[in-house]
Each structure stands twice: as C-alpha cells, then as structure tokens.
C-alpha cells in the first residue's frame, strides 16, 4: 500500500533563511507520527506544504495520493487540520461552531445536526454542548477544534501542536482521544510538537526535526538502537547490606566476556554489559551468598535521544526565532 503522506526532497527557504531543507519521509496508513521539534524548527512549514497551503520551491509532497502543490482542494477534501492558533465563533455555542464548519464543509444539510452532536459527544464534549464557546477552557477549545477536523470524516489528521497550552491532565486525556481514535477508527495521525513526553505517549514513530532538517526517524527502541547502541546495556543492582570486599566481589564477575565495566558505591553494583545479562548476573550474586534488595535498568527515552541529538548537532541548534 502506498504511504498515505510521501514527501520527497521537499524544500522551502524564506528569503535566505533555510526553513525546510530536504525532507524526506513516508508515513503509513494508520500510524501516529511525531514530527518533533522546537520552535522554529520549520515543522509549521512542513506542514503547510502537505496541505498545499505554501508552495515548496522544490520537491514533492504527495499526501492521501494527490499532489499537494498541483491538487491542494483534493487534499483539503481528505485532511483534517488543526492548527496551532484555533478560532472559533466565541459568541456561539460549541455546538453551532460545530454545525457551521460542518456547513463550510459542504457536509449534508440532513445529517448536520446528528452528526455535530455524535461528534461533541466523541470529543466528550456533550454535556458543554450548548455551552458558548467562549466559555471553553483551553482543553475543550482542543476538543471542539478535533470535532472540527473529525467531523468531515478525514482519512488523515494533521495537528500542529495540539497539546499547546494545556494542562498534564488535559493533555493525557486529549492524547488518550487521540489514540482510540486510531485504534477504533484506524485514523492516521501527523502530529507536530516540541513537548517530549507528549509525543512518546502515544506516537508509533517519531521524526526529530532540528533547523529545517529531519534528522531522524524510527520508534523509540530503533532511535535509541542507533544513539546507544554501542554505549552498553546500564544495569543497576542493589544488596541488602555494602559488600565486604569490593575486590574480591569484582573478581567474580571477571569471567563475564559481556561485561565492560563494574562499579561500586555502597549497597549498588553498576553493571555495563555489551548485551543483557541481568539474570546471569542475579545468579553469580546469589551464588556469592548476597542479597538482592532491587534490580532496574537504564531505559533511554525521548528525553535522552532528543538531548543527544542536540549534543550530535550543536551547531544545528536553532534560535528561537519567531514569525
Ligand atoms: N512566512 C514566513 N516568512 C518568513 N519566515 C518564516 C515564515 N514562516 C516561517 N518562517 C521561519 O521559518 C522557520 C521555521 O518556522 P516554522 O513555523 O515552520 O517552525 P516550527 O517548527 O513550526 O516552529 P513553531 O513551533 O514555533 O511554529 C522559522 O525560522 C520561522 O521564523
């Protein structure tokens, strides 16, 4: 099957500021994709001209099989946006923004109604309904701006920081939406944002986009492969009481052809090993007559492949600039 979004060599430079240089990436049917970055990083820019709505000055964006750039209203018809700045109608209900984007839409004049309320009811907006949108906290604002995206039945969502703004709680919850919505209606998702641990909740793959370049993509087990995969497995184990001898405890893992280093302070013995041995190691303890008291591993998240990207690409870090 054809990726739902293909962009090929796609670049785009405001004046002699190089926003977006050369990206590449393929994105398949019903994934959340994380394009992660900060600000200024041109994820905005990549992504205007997935919908059409920036002209690259070379390369291609094919999105829902259509040209972006030469066909950018057969794009429209079959991507849901949601941009970082949503307006709505403050004076209106949330239910009558609804039914008005659904109108601009074109959806059918019929089913307008029912749909709006199925659609406020499935961002769990349903008891705020009739509520006036400016009385929205920025949580619902979110959810009315995905009633907004959902109701035109998209085959792909587009969502340009949509955890902007609101609260860990509200964000949870947005992203969980986000997530059953792919798993029960197998909805592919682009979504940009410069917030971590937002994106590893719940994307499939992450791109990390840094001053205009994609450095690179993968789930997080494959990003983290390629930055640490030859810094060695972390394990952390801790006794019961301080060991008498560190030497003596040292020698016996000697023998470990997997083992790099062995270092102890106190109570915790700090293992690095070409490849997991936990158990292994668990058992030469035992053996030894030593307690265990905990066992945990280094696992590299987000966090640390994003900084590391960072230390790689120091003289890439972009300034903060904005529009
Ligand atoms: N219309 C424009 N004219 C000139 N420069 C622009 C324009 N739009 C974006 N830029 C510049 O291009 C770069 C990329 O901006 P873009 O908005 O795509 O980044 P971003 O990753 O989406 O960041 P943010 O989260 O802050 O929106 C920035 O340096 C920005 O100042």
């Known amino acids: 099957m054809e990726p739902i979004i293909d962009l090929k060599n796609l670049c785009k430079s405001y004046g002699s500021h190089v926003a977006v240089d050369q990206l590449n990436l393929k994105i398949p049917h019903g994934e959340i994709f994380g394009l992660l970055g900060p600000n200024g990083a041109g994820k905005t820019t990549s992504i205007l001209m997935m919908l059409g709505l920036t002209e690259p000055d070379s390369g291609s964006a094919i999105v829902c099989g259509y040209d972006a750039t030469r066909n950018p209203i057969e794009v429209k018809r079959k991507v849901g946006y949601m941009p970082d700045n949503l307006g709505f109608y403050?004076?209106?209900?949330?239910?009558?923004?609804?039914?008005?984007?659904?109108?601009?839409?074109?959806?059918?004049?019929?089913?307008?109604?029912?749909?709006?309320?199925?659609?406020?009811?499935?961002?769990?907006?349903?008891?705020?309904?009739?509520?006036?949108?400016?009385?929205?906290?920025?949580?619902?604002?979110?959810?009315?701006?995905?009633?907004?995206?959902?109701?035109?039945?998209?085959?792909?969502?587009?969502?340009?920081?949509?955890?902007?703004?609101?609260?860990?709680?509200?964000?949870?919850?947005?992203?969980?939406?986000?997530?059953?919505?792919?798993?029960?209606?197998?909805?592919?998702?682009?979504?940009?944002?410069?917030?971590?641990?937002?994106?590893?909740?719940?994307?499939?793959?992450?791109?990390?986009?840094?001053?205009?370049?994609?450095?690179?993509?993968?789930?997080?087990?494959?990003?983290?492969?390629?930055?640490?995969?030859?810094?060695?497995?972390?394990?952390?184990?801790?006794?019961?009481?301080?060991?008498?001898d560190a030497d003596v405890l040292k020698d016996k893992f000697s023998s470990f052809p997997e083992l790099n280093s062995l270092t102890i302070s106190g109570v915790n013995l700090q293992f690095n090993t070409t490849e997991d041995i936990t158990p292994k190691l668990i058992r030469r303890l035992i053996e030894s007559g030593l307690d265990i008291q905990a066992v945990s591993q280094k696992q590299y998240g987000l966090d640390e492949i994003y900084e590391k990207y960072f230390e790689k690409n120091t003289n890439l870090t972009p300034e903060h600039e904005s529009d």
């Open 90 to 244: 403050p004076q209106l209900t949330g239910l009558e923004n609804l039914v008005y984007m659904a109108r601009l839409n074109g959806l059918p004049e019929k089913d307008i109604i029912e749909n709006a309320r199925r659609f406020m009811e499935l961002v769990g907006l349903k008891a705020a309904s009739d509520k006036p949108a400016s009385s929205y906290s920025r949580g619902m604002k979110q959810r009315l701006g995905l009633a907004e995206v959902l109701i035109k039945k998209p085959e792909l969502i587009i969502l340009d920081e949509p955890t902007l703004g609101l609260d860990p709680n509200g964000v949870k919850e947005f992203l969980e939406l986000i997530k059953s919505l792919q798993q029960e209606q197998g909805l592919t998702v682009l979504l940009s944002s410069h917030h971590l641990h937002h994106v590893q909740q719940v994307c499939d793959r992450v791109g990390i986009f840094v001053d205009g370049k994609l450095l690179a993509t993968g789930d997080l087990p494959t990003l983290s492969h390629e930055l640490f995969g030859n810094t060695g497995v972390e394990t952390s184990i801790y006794l019961t009481q301080v060991p008498m």
